[in-house]
DNA sequence: GTGGTCTAGACCACG
DNA sequence: GTGGTCTAGACCACT
């Protein structure tokens, strides 16, 4: 369910979070939903389970989740209003200028780029990832 | 000329490279241009000298200057293979993979984001710099 | 600087980020100051360096201070802005609840709360805090 | 008549003590009210019946509440010197310091906050309760 | 069984 | 020297 690659330049713990936001993103992970537990998901990756706890921890810390104790790590409804305007404007224009820090010099065409960026994003557009109820 | 900012996330001396890299695909930088010495850059940003060194040396590795001895850093003829086609698609599906984690949940439109990114690629654009023929 | 108290009913990593973001609050701890290593700091209270790196780790997710990679901790201006105006009305109102669930059946008046809690939100009141300059 | 949140950072059993304690407080319950059967509030709740059992344990060990064997638990009457001074004292105390933490760097005015809090306290005053003697 | 916290000790990237 | 990450193993609170 959960992949990690070991070749990757980020953190194990990263991994995780940034794979588990994308499911919930997406749609693949409804809220409600329950997470692997933690000793689970850490015997399936074969890693740490304090590796796997420190994910969860950052995870419920985004509120994206919530720990039951006892229980497990259940995924929460959307609330889009955690972060203001400015907080997220500035998430977005950091995460631009590392992308095309990134890209710079690559020389890919533009339309190209645009044109992978937006399949990629597909997934995630909220008519897609079914997070929103049309207001009929 | 470079500017470091001390709440970046990333370190400094990837600042220095991916502004210089910013500058050569944007043309700032003409090929032959000549970059300050790893002395006088460290006195300016007030950073360590071994910083700066590091960041030449990958600028170097990357192909895209060339050190000489005791007269300072030059920026280098662009040469269109100085990346396999293969490296440059890894690159590429990292930037992509890495920039869309950022952003998902922040609950952008996606062509906001297009049209941003678009902007922003625009100085970059190989008729823009000058010093690339356009892909025709 | 920082104490820690082993009969208190919060784990060790919440006490430093209490501590610490109380200090900030009340300005004790300004824009730029750098705090205690996390290996001085865990000597110090003669607890693991991974708890008080922790606690760091908590205060640099809260905006409150950023790591200068191989320099140190240093604490942040203050923005604002980070979270939206309904997260903050939620954490005020978590945290009214929590205090008045406590509290109840003590049989204390309450206007000697009252005034027991202005005397303790003093120190944080913005005139007192040095954080903000005044307009002039 | 009690309700338990899922979301809620407190613990099941800590969430019925506490509603149980603020209808108390507020002569919602009075003295010789009979509180649900063990399993019958388990049922309700669809929680462990030994989670309602320890909840109800500790409104017993307050001094809030008494078992008979085979009926229920029954509302006591309040008796003022059920918490010595000093406890009483300590715990006000921690709740203040907890409330304090909380709210620190949210930036709320106290003027708002003390208004809120005042509002908040109404029905367990005194004389609202109905239960209990004005301090005269 | 669940998640949360802590200790101990290690290695890495950065300056 | 700095902070960041990971492993290993332990204990606790809660259900």
New binding site residues.
């Given amino acids: 369910m959960i992949q990690i690659v070991t070749g990757d330049p980020r953190?194990?713990?990263?991994q995780i979070v940034d794979e588990v936001r994308r499911k919930i993103a997406s749609g693949e992970l409804a809220a409600g939903a329950r997470?692997?537990?933690?000793?689970?998901l850490a015997m399936q990756l074969t890693?740490?389970?304090?590796?796997v706890?420190?994910a969860?921890?950052e995870l419920?810390a985004e509120g994206l989740a919530e720990?039951?104790?006892?229980?497990?790590?259940f995924v929460l409804e959307p609330s889009r209003d955690r972060l203001s305007v400015a907080e997220r404007q500035r998430r977005l224009d950091e995460a631009m200028r590392q992308f095309v820090d990134s890209i710079v010099g690559l020389d890919f065409d533009i339309d190209e780029i645009l044109a992978r960026l937006e399949a990629e994003l597909a997934p995630f557009t909220p008519s897609a990832s079914g997070r929103r109820r049309p207001l009929t």
């Fill in positions: 953190p194990v713990f990263r997470l692997p537990s933690v000793r689970a890693v740490n389970p304090n590796t706890a420190k969860y921890a419920t720990a039951r104790r006892g229980v497990g790590l």
